[in-house]
């Protein structure tokens, strides 16, 4: 096992942040060990909680990393479904006031096990009692313990097991040294700490959108594939039959968890136990109002490009919408708002597990894509599609053009470096970033273009290509094909028209992470550059071919001015990976014999 973990970086500030909330729950333990004398002062607090303060330690015990960071990331996934589930939370406190609060505390016992076996017999009530004990709150602990120590993985840069490890020690602290008095102010400090953040959080998801809650979903549905359909049930919960189990495990589940119930043994009378659950509803129904906000906020600021960041359960939605409403990654206002959502939920990528030998090992990660700062706005409208001819925004092929776009994707094959990718090859940049058209895909969608007059080149961040378009002359005799094709160009206006033909063979598969399409030779590609703003070009291009498209299809992107530089591109995936690429292909078929 290793203690260092091997892509964990050591964010300074964020775990900065995080040891001085430590320190304080540790002198908060240190105050209550020199208080705590007896069993009642143990196990009860003395019985002498408020019952605001009890209401506030109770959301803290039920405010856990799994309902903080799940229901954001289920809204994040599932929209309404997720919010139905959050509603559920928040009313599953009616049977605990309604039917246990006030009875528990007049019991005058430590445990549940207590006041069952009061009236009935002792041993088998006990033994059932510790058993579903011991069950729940495994449960509970074992995904406590998962994500505080992602997080400490996340920020100090640890292997996995180790940050669990130091996460369990700190746990078995709280509770020993500090009892039941230590557990209740860490408690609050813990509820005030995330309805703090996330009403900053929140407020912060508002503003974006003017405090127009109506906005926020509008925008949150056109960044979903669902559209529409996740600002209503249906999404998660597919069946009336699934709703109602649902709803029935959350509403009644609340009331079996021994470490709820077990907080109304502190209070001084039924009275405080009944205000402390009064309170603690109203802190969880601010809570869902908040979590509801954050869970659509991400959808709309972070988008469909985020998915795979915020993990399989979406639990990383909420941190990474406060990291990037902070600043985005490596700003100091992101590095603290990291931090502050330090009760993380889902465990990343566990780099302390090594591939095995007889699986893909996987190509880029989250760390090396750019999905983009902001939404694809044109003429004052989001676009979830860059094609917007035809209007399902799909690319209208013929039989026969889908079947030269199979063919072409099958000739990728193994058998030669030839047959690979020509961005494996270094040739020209992934999918269609090089044009035409220009499409951003991974990373590096910069361009830079540069008039001159009788030529314009555009420059192509991604593997260095340079582009060059002839103004105002004839396109090349057909049987001249060059990487990109042949590009002339003249002005309509103050629109900069590019017609383009004689498109290389080798490029009539457009295969990129982001987009994948195909352009056969004989098609002809026109693009116009119109400035639309200070900082902004619209760029705007039509694909012709009648054999390979039912119609000429037609896409629009934003083209953003940046202030940034475009750096050299040394593209060396073909040098140093084709050998071993190759290799290893020729060893599978060796196996195969």
């Known amino acids: ?35 705590t004398h007896s069993a009642t002062e143990f196990y009860a607090a003395g019985r002498g909680v408020s019952g605001r303060a009890n209401g506030i330690a109770t959301a803290g015990d039920y405010l856990s990393a799994s309902t903080f960071l799940g229901y954001a990331g ?38 549940v096990a207590d006041v069952l076996a009061f009236r009935l017999k002792a041993r088998p009530v006990r033994v059932a009692t510790a058993i579903n004990t011991l069950l729940i709150s495994g449960i509970y602990l074992v995904a406590q313990l998962v994500g505080a120590g992602a997080v400490i993985e996340a920020l100090a840069g640890i292997s996995f097991p180790v940050a669990v490890l130091i996460c369990g020690v700190f746990m078995v602290v709280y509770v020993v040294f500090g009892g039941m008095l230590a557990t209740t102010w860490v408690q609050i400090i813990k509820a005030v700490m995330l309805m703090v953040a996330g009403t900053v959080v929140a407020i912060a998801v508002l503003a974006k959108f003017n405090f127009n809650p109506s906005q926020l979903l509008d ?9 529409n359909a996740i600002l209503g049930p249906g999404t998660y919960l597919t069946s009336p039959i699934l709703v109602i189990s649902t709803g029935l495990t959350i509403f009644i589940g609340t009331a079996g968890l021994p470490h709820i119930l077990t907080r109304f043994f502190t209070v001084p009378d039924s009275n405080a136990a009944r205000k402390s659950v009064l309170y603690t509803i109203g802190i969880i129904a601010s809570f869902t109002a908040i979590v509801t906000i954050i869970g659509f906020g991400a959808r709309a600021l972070l988008g469909q490009g985020a998915t795979e960041a915020v993990g399989k359960g979406g639990n990383l939605a ?7 409403l902070g600043g985005g990654d490596g700003s100091v206002g992101g590095d603290i708002a990291l931090a502050l959502f330090s ?19 996987g190509g880029y990660n989250a760390f090396w894509l750019d999905p983009g700062t902001r939404l694809a706005t044109v003429k004052g409208e989001h676009r979830t599609s860059f094609i917007v001819e035809p209007t399902n925004g799909k690319v209208p092929y013929t039989p026969d053009g889908l079947k030269a776009f199979q063919a072409a994707r099958a000739g990728m094959n193994f058998d030669g470096p030839e047959r690979r990718a020509l961005g494996e090859r270094c040739l020209l940049g992934f999918g269609s970033t090089s044009g035409p058209p220009m499409l951003p895909d991974v990373y590096n969608n910069n361009y830079q273009i540069v008039q001159s007059p009788d030529s314009v080149m555009i420059l192509v961040e991604m593997v260095h290509d340079a582009r060059v378009v002839r103004m105002n002359g004839k396109h090349l005799p057909s049987q001249i094909t060059p990487w990109m094709g042949d ?12 017609e383009t033909t004689n498109l290389n063979p080798g490029q009539k598969a457009h295969y990129g992470i982001k987009q994948r399409f195909y352009l056969p030779p004989t098609g002809k590609v026109t693009e116009r550059f119109t400035r639309v703003g200070e900082k902004e070009i619209l760029y705007q291009f039509t694909v012709e071919d009648s054999a390979a498209y039912t119609q000429s299809w037609r896409g629009e992107v934003p083209l953003r001015r940046t202030d940034d530089h475009i750096y050299e591109y040394a593209c060396h995936e073909g040098n140093y990976a084709l050998p071993g690429i190759l290799a290893g292909a020729r060893e599978q078929e060796n196996k195969a014999k």
Request: with cysteine; glycine share 8%.
């Open 1 to 35: 096992m290793r203690l260092l973990a091997a892509t964990g970086d050591f964010n300074a500030l964020a775990v900065g942040v995080f040891a001085c909330v430590l320190a304080v729950t540790l002198v908060i333990t240190r105050w209550a060990a020199k208080r």
């Open 74 to 111: 289920l809204m994040y996934l599932y929209g309404f479904d997720g919010w139905v589930i959050g509603l559920g939370a928040c009313l599953s406190f009616l049977p605990v006031l309604y039917l246990l609060a006030e009875r528990m505390r007049n019991a005058g016992k430590f445990t």
């Open 219 to 227: 925008t949150a549905a056109e960044n979903h594939p669902d559209g």
């Open 318 to 324: 909420a941190p990474l919408l406060a990291q990037f």
């Open 343 to 361: 009760a993380a939920d889902a465990k990343p990528t566990d780099p302390s597990v090594q591939s095995k030998a007889s699986s893909d090992p």
């Open 487 to 498: 590009s002339v160009g003249h002005w309509e206006g103050d629109t900069l028209v590019i």
